[in-house]
């Protein structure tokens, strides 16, 4: 085994590659299926590390006499195994819409994970041999290996800028390449080893005739590949995305397009479009210019309505995506128009020469002034206000891709955030919102009104007149708020481009709202999705209590009602007859406006609905979850019904396989009890779990959850998990570092362990307005304030693993080493698991609380552990 | 490997697969019009169905089981489109790997990212459509070809339409070789492999039309070449979580049009509990759990 520097270089270089080869796998399964698969692949096989020190707890006495051969071995495995194993996984994908009806999918799974769990294993080997022989220097061994980490996270980042997600694998090899060359006397032999595994991985997917990442044929741009005349015109490959622009005549966007359209403008020319792909995910219609004739398609998109009331607008687009609601802006005569994108790819495509017959320069018309970050960051620290601000489709709400209904913090959609828009309007300005209504039964959809109606709420005035909502089934809602409240005249103006449209109006501040079209529609959403398929959905008489709704005389239209397109036919409709022929009620659109009533009346309605529609707030940013926590055991037996909360109850899942995947590796060393010294008892094996165990927890959490709050500054995950991992993992090591020097004494650790505690609780208090300060701040600044805010707790964080470890070597329990590293690894797991978990439920200050907790509970399990082991 | 080959070698893959292996029949007898299959005695309709279909027992067994629940659920309420769901040899479409769920509730994966809809979605889309013989009938995305088979037991004018080359060869093979086997009714359908987006205006207008691929407008070339008073349905939402979208186009008095958006359930919630197994005509569990 090497010594001094160059071992410590070899199990930070392998400890980094064991990173960057978690974020290449997360890419992998981003770009060939679905990004939130790959973190429960990945975050599975990390429970590698606890099985390795079972492993090596369970044969120790020979891995004593041969560690130097047994870590020699595992190391050379590490570039082997991952590469085979990402080759035979692209072999065996597996399909997330079929999970539920396809019996082989699951196996597919389960064999992803167990491909993947064998580089992860092998590097796990290496560093737990290492970390046991050398225990004496335990705090140095993981100074290295956190160091090692964290640079390796900040290396990757810069990997993504230069290696496709096919090639990414190269950045883990490399380091793992170093390790090899630091760790074995025959170097030269080592760089041969490292680079002919490294050319395999480039060369073998051809030879073999494996794509290199399977594209589920699911993924959006697999459709357009498959398109005859498809070209790909652009690619862009950074840490915001692997972004590629197609061009084929197939291609036609017009999301939420009036039916109407058809008899009123003209077809529009072929080749009009072109899709832009984020990781395979979309498209995004990007539009060429249209000539004037055809202008008149803008008029019948959601995203036209301000314009209806707001002529000549200086308009604020909250993120540019594809560019449509700004040509839409243009042509409906906007004075200006400024835009937002936070994703510098998209902004450097729309610039690129290649793509500039399909943009039409878009960004250099001179109307339009381009804000290179978030829209709602902008908003909350300029001075500038709009006649119309729009936040028109800028996400998929509630409309994923089959399998890709992922967990993330939409932090454009919160409370918070409209506040932030409303804000940014003038006085009389316009805020417009327009979403996909794609879901039956609604979830997004009124998890977003709910929103609205907290947020126009807490800007205070009349509010309940500053709204105006339609929608058109099963297509797009649009919703409108004016500062200052509408007039009775565009509320009509309103009114009637709805109908011109034959969209539905499901609130005004004129609007009559029949109670007795909704009679038991609560009920029968709830006996829809948790009945038994016998009753007849036509429950009655469990409608809440919601009395005519107060007509302003003054407001109302000339003839006191409005008759939508749908929706009107009579709530006893017998629900399990055969439909008719005509024209028939939405319950949709009736329970939307029944919940509008409720939110004017000051009803809770919506807590009555059979899914949480809850408001987003900065806290809980989650547009997931919807099934109500006493709910959960129900679905067991209707997965199918309830597809779109798959990435909530893979969650689940995924918690469930940790807790028990710790379970049996934490259960090994105790049923073998007798070999790990008489002088600890069923108290100090308990308090070591509980310390270890706590610590992982702990640690992964406030990883994890601080991922999480930064994305809200940084405004993108990628840069976030990478700022928030690297950030830790090196201020982290150096407190690991410093450990034996300043915690001879043991009331200090527990001390710090408090102060640890103390300062997350306070995080959770000061984060949220911090956050808002610096979002003020250039790119570069707001990095070094998020690695700053870091720093100090990571640094503390670094010293009760290490300080722990080596404690338990000074008093002779080396048998309990690797055990006690492997109970934390698990317990990482099992953190992982659940933040998103406690995030959804509880809020992310909770997370935080949670952490911090589990530093108290470390604390008292230390001084258990004190006394317990002597 | 480059993608046009790789594309040809999956396809090639995918049309080998797609061949079953049972024993394939040959008609016994020339397509009726009036032939009406028993619909109330599984064995009844089996018996029939092999003396006058020559079809494998065993799946007739398992259609007669599904078709049961299908009623059962509302999804089937009138006689022609009994008769058509009963007609139909759904096996013949489905890949041969998942030949034993040929008549399981779920869509299953046909290739090309594209699915077969579950029995009980086509059963409720060709049921609201109300298609009656004579009608000509407008099909975007023939992907299996099971949805416009079905048809063609409603009508003799099925148009229908493709994007994807190679599925459009694989299900034209598909066709071919039922056509061969007797079953002459599908020679009503008629196919092109083209943009569906535009319809397919030498036949317009239509009286009917189902979508039957995901996009994020109804596109308005579909929408000017329905007849007035027509109907078109489209699923909306991923596979699995699919509903039906039912868009109606009405001629005023005023020479305008107006199109209208509806459920296809006459307003009552939809209901979205698992497909119930019957046992006995009684329902006693579902095919979930």
Same mark, same amino acid.
């Given at each position: 085994?090497?010594?001094?520097?160059?071992?410590?270089?070899?199990?930070?270089?392998?400890?980094?590659?064991?990173?960057?080869?978690?974020?290449?796998?997360?890419?992998?399964?981003?770009?060939?299926?679905?990004?939130?698969?790959?973190?429960?692949?990945?975050?599975?096989?990390?429970?590698?590390?606890?099985?390795?020190?079972?492993?090596?707890?369970?044969?120790?006495?020979?891995?004593?006499?041969?560690?130097?051969?047994?870590?020699?071995?595992?190391?050379?495995?590490?570039?082997?195994?991952?590469?085979?194993?990402?080759?035979?996984?692209?072999?065996?994908?597996?399909?997330?819409?079929?999970?539920?009806?396809?019996?082989?999918?699951?196996?597919?799974?389960?064999?992803?994970?167990?491909?993947?769990?064998?580089?992860?294993?092998?590097?796990?080997?290496?560093?737990?041999?290492?970390?046991?022989?050398?225990?004496?220097?335990?705090?140095?061994?993981?100074?290295?290996?956190?160091?090692?980490?964290?640079?390796?996270?900040?290396?990757?980042?810069?990997?993504?800028?230069?290696?496709?997600?096919?090639?990414?694998?190269?950045?883990?090899?490399?380091?793992?390449?170093?390790?090899?060359?630091?760790?074995?006397?025959?170097?030269?032999?080592?760089?041969?080893?490292?680079?002919?595994?490294?050319?395999?991985?480039?060369?073998?997917?051809?030879?073999?005739?494996?794509?290199?990442?399977?594209?589920?044929?699911?993924?959006?741009?697999?459709?357009?590949?498959?398109?005859?005349?498809?070209?790909?015109?652009?690619?862009?490959?950074?840490?915001?995305?692997?972004?590629?622009?197609?061009?084929?005549?197939?291609?036609?966007?017009?999301?939420?397009?009036?039916?109407?359209?058809?008899?009123?403008?003209?077809?529009?020319?072929?080749?009009?479009?072109?899709?832009?792909?984020?990781?395979?995910?979309?498209?995004?219609?990007?539009?060429?210019?249209?000539?004037?004739?055809?202008?008149?398609?803008?008029?019948?998109?959601?995203?036209?309505?301000?314009?209806?009331?707001?002529?000549?607008?200086?308009?604020?687009?909250?993120?540019?995506?594809?560019?449509?609601?700004?040509?839409?802006?243009?042509?409906?005569?906007?004075?200006?128009?400024?835009?937002?994108?936070?994703?510098?790819?998209?902004?450097?495509?729309?610039?690129?020469?290649?793509?500039?017959?399909?943009?039409?320069?878009?960004?250099?018309?001179?109307?339009?002034?381009?804000?290179?970050?978030?829209?709602?960051?902008?908003?909350?620290?300029?001075?500038?206000?709009?006649?119309?601000?729009?936040?028109?489709?800028?996400?998929?709400?509630?409309?994923?891709?089959?399998?890709?209904?992922?967990?993330?913090?939409?932090?454009?959609?919160?409370?918070?955030?409209?506040?932030?828009?409303?804000?940014?309007?003038?006085?009389?300005?316009?805020?417009?919102?327009?979403?996909?209504?794609?879901?039956?039964?609604?979830?997004?959809?009124?998890?977003?009104?709910?929103?609205?109606?907290?947020?126009?709420?807490?800007?205070?005035?009349?509010?309940?007149?500053?709204?105006?909502?339609?929608?058109?089934?099963?297509?797009?809602?649009?919703?409108?708020?004016?500062?200052?409240?509408?007039?009775?005249?565009?509320?009509?103006?309103?009114?009637?481009?709805?109908?011109?449209?034959?969209?539905?109006?499901?609130?005004?501040?004129?609007?009559?709202?029949?109670?007795?079209?909704?009679?038991?529609?609560?009920?029968?959403?709830?006996?829809?999705?948790?009945?038994?398929?016998? @009753?007849?959905?036509?429950?009655?008489?469990?409608?809440?209590?919601?009395?005519?709704?107060?007509?302003?005389?003054?407001?109302?239209?000339?003839?006191?009602?409005?008759?939508?397109?749908?929706?009107?036919?009579?709530?006893?409709?017998?629900?399990?007859?055969?439909?008719?022929?005509?024209?028939?009620?939405?319950?949709?659109?009736?329970?939307?406006?029944?919940?509008?009533?409720?939110?004017?009346?000051?009803?809770?309605?919506?807590?009555?609905?059979?899914?949480?529609?809850?408001?987003?707030?900065?806290?809980?940013?989650?547009?997931?979850?919807?099934?109500?926590?006493?709910?959960?055991?129900?679905?067991?037996?209707?997965?199918?019904?309830?597809?779109?909360?798959?990435?909530?109850?893979?969650?689940?899942?995924?918690?469930?396989?940790?807790?028990?995947?710790?379970?049996?590796?934490?259960?090994?060393?105790?049923?073998?009890?007798?070999?790990?010294?008489?002088?600890?008892?069923?108290?100090?094996?308990?308090?070591?779990?509980?310390?270890?165990?706590?610590?992982?927890?702990?640690?992964?959490?406030?990883?994890?959850?601080?991922?999480?709050?930064?994305?809200?500054?940084?405004?993108?995950?990628?840069?976030?998990?990478?700022?928030?991992?690297?950030?830790?993992?090196?201020?982290?090591?150096?407190?690991?570092?410093?450990?034996?020097?300043?915690?001879?004494?043991?009331?200090?650790?527990?001390?710090?362990?408090?102060?640890?505690?103390?300062?997350?609780?306070?995080?959770?208090?000061?984060?949220?307005?911090?956050? @808002?300060?610096?979002?003020?701040?250039?790119?570069?600044?707001?990095?070094?304030?998020?690695?700053?805010?870091?720093?100090?707790?990571?640094?503390?964080?670094?010293?009760?693993?290490?300080?722990?470890?080596?404690?338990?070597?000074?008093?002779?329990? @080396?048998?309990?080493?690797?055990?006690?590293?492997?109970?934390?690894?698990?317990?990482?797991?099992?953190?992982?698991?659940?933040?998103?978990?406690?995030?959804?439920?509880?809020?992310?200050?909770?997370?935080?609380?949670?952490?911090?907790?589990?530093?108290?509970?470390?604390?008292?399990?230390?001084?258990?552990?004190?006394?317990?082991?002597? | 490997?480059?993608?046009?080959?790789?594309?040809?070698?999956?396809?090639?893959?995918?049309?080998?697969?797609?061949?079953?292996?049972?024993?394939?029949?040959?008609?016994?007898?020339?397509?009726?019009?009036?032939?009406?299959?028993?619909?109330?005695?599984?064995?009844?309709?089996?018996?029939?169905?092999?003396?006058?279909?020559?079809?494998?027992?065993?799946?007739?067994?398992?259609?007669?089981?599904?078709?049961?629940?299908?009623?059962?659920?509302?999804?089937?309420?009138?006689?022609?489109?009994?008769?058509?769901?009963?007609?139909?040899?759904?096996?013949?479409?489905?890949?041969?790997?998942?030949?034993?769920?040929?008549?399981?509730?779920?869509?299953?994966?046909?290739?090309?990212?594209?699915?077969?809809?579950?029995?009980?979605?086509?059963?409720?889309?060709?049921?609201?459509?109300?298609?009656?013989?004579?009608?000509?009938?407008?099909?975007?995305?023939?992907?299996?070809?099971?949805?416009?088979?079905?048809?063609?037991?409603?009508?003799?004018?099925?148009?229908?339409?493709?994007?994807?080359?190679?599925?459009?060869?694989?299900?034209?093979?598909?066709?071919?070789?039922?056509?061969?086997?007797?079953?002459?009714?599908?020679?009503?359908?008629?196919?092109?492999?083209?943009?569906?987006?535009?319809?397919?205006?030498?036949?317009?207008?239509?009286?009917?039309?189902?979508?039957?691929?995901?996009?994020?407008?109804?596109?308005?070339?579909?929408?000017?070449?329905?007849?007035?008073?027509?109907?078109?349905?489209?699923?909306?939402?991923?596979?699995?979580?699919?509903?039906?979208?039912?868009?109606?186009?009405?001629?005023?008095?005023?020479?305008?049009?107006?199109?209208?958006?509806?459920?296809?359930?006459?307003?009552?919630?939809?209901?979205?509990?698992?497909?119930?197994?019957?046992?006995?005509?009684?329902?006693?569990?579902?095919?979930?759990?």
């Amino acid at each position: 085994m090497p010594l001094g520097f160059r071992l410590y270089a070899a199990v930070g270089a392998l400890a980094g590659a064991v990173i960057a080869l978690q974020i290449a796998v997360m890419r992998v399964f981003a770009v060939g299926s679905w990004s939130h698969f790959g973190s429960l692949v990945v975050s599975l096989a990390m429970l590698g590390f606890g099985m390795a020190s079972v492993f090596i707890f369970l044969g120790k006495s020979w891995l004593d006499r041969h560690s130097k051969g047994t870590a020699t071995l595992a190391l050379f495995l590490v570039g082997p195994l991952a590469v085979g194993a990402n080759l035979a996984a692209q072999m065996v994908p597996f399909n997330a819409i079929f999970l539920i009806s396809d019996p082989t999918q699951k196996w597919r799974l389960l064999a992803n994970f167990l491909l993947y769990l064998l580089p992860f294993l092998s590097g796990a080997f290496f560093l737990g041999i290492v970390f046991r022989q050398g225990k004496e220097h335990f705090n140095r061994l993981y100074f290295a290996d956190l160091l090692g980490s964290g640079l390796a996270g900040l290396a990757i980042l810069g990997a993504l800028y230069v290696l496709p997600p096919e090639k990414l694998l190269v950045a883990p090899l490399i380091l793992w390449g170093v390790s090899l060359v630091l760790w074995e006397r025959r170097w030269i032999a080592s760089v041969c080893f490292a680079a002919l595994v490294t050319a395999a991985y480039l060369v073998l997917p051809a030879i073999l005739g494996v794509p290199s990442i399977t594209v589920s044929s699911y993924k959006g741009v697999s459709y357009a590949r498959n398109f005859p005349d498809a070209k790909r015109l652009y690619r862009d490959i950074s840490p915001f995305g692997d972004l590629q622009v197609y061009s084929s005549s197939y291609m036609h966007f017009a999301p939420g397009l009036s039916d109407n359209a058809a008899f009123n403008v003209p077809e529009l020319p072929a080749n009009t479009y072109v899709g832009m792909y984020i990781d395979g995910e979309g498209p995004s219609g990007i539009m060429r210019a249209l000539p004037p004739e055809d202008a008149a398609y803008y008029q019948y998109l959601p995203m036209y309505y301000p314009y209806v009331v707001k002529p000549n607008a200086k308009t604020f687009v909250v993120q540019f995506g594809g560019g449509l609601s700004v040509m839409t802006a243009l042509n409906a005569g906007a004075s200006s128009v400024t835009i937002a994108e936070a994703n510098p790819a998209v902004l450097r495509a729309f610039h690129a020469p290649e793509l500039a017959d399909v943009t039409g320069h878009i960004l250099a018309n001179p109307k339009v002034k381009v804000v290179g970050y978030d829209g709602r960051l902008y908003l909350a620290h300029t001075d500038e206000r709009y006649d119309v601000i729009d936040l028109s489709l800028a996400d998929s709400v509630g409309l994923s891709n089959p399998g890709g209904f992922a967990i993330a913090e939409k932090y454009a959609y919160t409370e918070q955030a409209l506040l932030a828009y409303i804000q940014g309007l003038n006085d009389g300005g316009v805020l417009s919102m327009t979403l996909w209504n794609k879901e039956e039964p609604p979830k997004s959809v009124l998890r977003f009104y709910a929103t609205v109606a907290k947020a126009a709420q807490t800007a205070g005035g009349d509010w309940a007149k500053s709204l105006f909502v339609s929608e058109s089934y099963l297509s797009t809602t649009t919703i409108l708020y004016k500062k200052g409240g509408f007039t009775e005249a565009e509320v009509a103006t309103l009114r009637q481009h709805t109908a011109d449209l034959s969209f539905d109006e499901v609130y005004s501040a004129g609007y009559v709202f029949d109670p007795t079209m909704a009679k038991g529609i609560l009920g029968q959403y709830r006996a829809s999705i948790f009945g038994d398929g016998t @009753e007849a959905a036509s429950l009655a008489g469990d409608g809440p209590a919601i009395g005519p709704p107060t007509v302003d005389s003054a407001t109302a239209p000339s003839d006191g009602t409005h008759v939508a397109t749908t929706a009107d036919a009579p709530s006893d409709a017998p629900s399990d007859a055969p439909p008719d022929d005509g024209a028939t009620a939405v319950p949709s659109t009736t329970l939307a406006r029944m919940i509008w009533q409720g939110f004017v009346q000051d009803a809770d309605v919506a807590g009555q609905y059979v899914f949480d529609v809850h408001p987003l707030t900065d806290d809980k940013p989650y547009l997931a979850g919807y099934i109500r926590p006493s709910d959960l055991t129900k679905t067991l037996d209707r997965l199918d019904t309830v597809q779109d909360d798959w990435g909530y109850l893979l969650l689940w899942a995924t918690l469930g396989i940790a807790c028990l995947a710790a379970m049996v590796l934490i259960l090994p060393p105790m049923i073998f009890g007798g070999s790990m010294g008489a002088s600890i008892g069923g108290a100090g094996k308990a308090a070591i779990i509980l310390y270890f165990g706590c610590l992982g927890l702990g640690y992964i959490t406030v990883e994890v959850g601080l991922i999480s709050w930064f994305a809200r500054a940084l405004t993108n995950p990628t840069i976030s998990a990478s700022i928030v991992i690297s950030g830790m993992l090196v201020f982290s090591g150096i407190g690991s570092w410093v450990a034996e020097k300043i915690t001879k004494a043991t009331w200090v650790l527990p001390a710090l362990m408090a102060g640890i505690a103390m300062w997350l609780g306070a995080m959770t208090y000061v984060l949220p307005g911090l956050l @808002e300060a610096i979002g003020a701040y250039s790119y570069l600044i707001r990095l070094i304030c998020c690695l700053a805010m870091v720093a100090p707790v990571a640094f503390l964080m670094g010293f009760p693993m290490a300080t722990a470890m080596t404690w338990l070597a000074s008093r002779g329990q @080396e048998q309990m080493f690797v055990w006690a590293w492997g109970i934390n690894g698990s317990f990482s797991v099992i953190g992982a698991a659940a933040v998103p978990l406690i995030a959804v439920s509880f809020g992310l200050s909770a997370v935080l609380g949670v952490a911090a907790v589990g530093y108290l509970l470390a604390m008292l399990a230390f001084l258990a552990m004190v006394r317990r082991v002597r | 490997m480059n993608r046009r080959s790789f594309l040809a070698g999956t396809a090639f893959g995918v049309i080998a697969a797609g061949q079953a292996t049972f024993a394939q029949a040959a008609v016994p007898e020339p397509y009726d019009w009036t032939a009406m299959p028993p619909m109330d005695d599984r064995q009844a309709f089996i018996d029939y169905m092999v003396q006058h279909r020559g079809e494998d027992p065993t799946f007739l067994g398992q259609r007669f089981d599904i078709f049961l629940n299908t009623v059962q659920h509302k999804d089937l309420w009138d006689d022609k489109d009994k008769r058509a769901f009963l007609m139909t040899p759904r096996e013949e479409f489905v890949l041969k790997r998942n030949l034993d769920r040929a008549y399981a509730s779920d869509f299953l994966d046909i290739g090309f990212g594209v699915t077969i809809s579950g029995p009980r979605l086509v059963a409720r889309m060709s049921s609201s459509l109300n298609v009656v013989k004579g009608d000509k009938v407008l099909e975007i995305g023939s992907g299996s070809g099971y949805q416009s088979a079905y048809l063609s037991h409603l009508t003799d004018q099925v148009y229908t339409i493709e994007i994807v080359q190679p599925l459009f060869e694989r299900t034209g093979g598909i066709y071919a070789d039922l056509i061969a086997r007797g079953y002459s009714e599908f020679t009503a359908v008629n196919r092109k492999n083209d943009d569906g987006y535009y319809g397919w205006a030498e036949n317009a207008p239509f009286d009917k039309i189902v979508v039957t691929c995901g996009i994020d407008h109804v596109p308005p070339p579909l929408l000017e070449q329905l007849k007035p008073d027509g109907i078109m349905v489209i699923p909306v939402g991923p596979p699995g979580a699919q509903h039906v979208l039912k868009v109606t186009k009405t001629l005023n008095a005023d020479g305008k049009f107006t199109v209208a958006r509806s459920d296809i359930y006459r307003g009552s919630i939809v209901n979205f509990v698992p497909f119930t197994k019957l046992q006995d005509g009684k329902i006693v569990g579902n095919h979930n759990g």
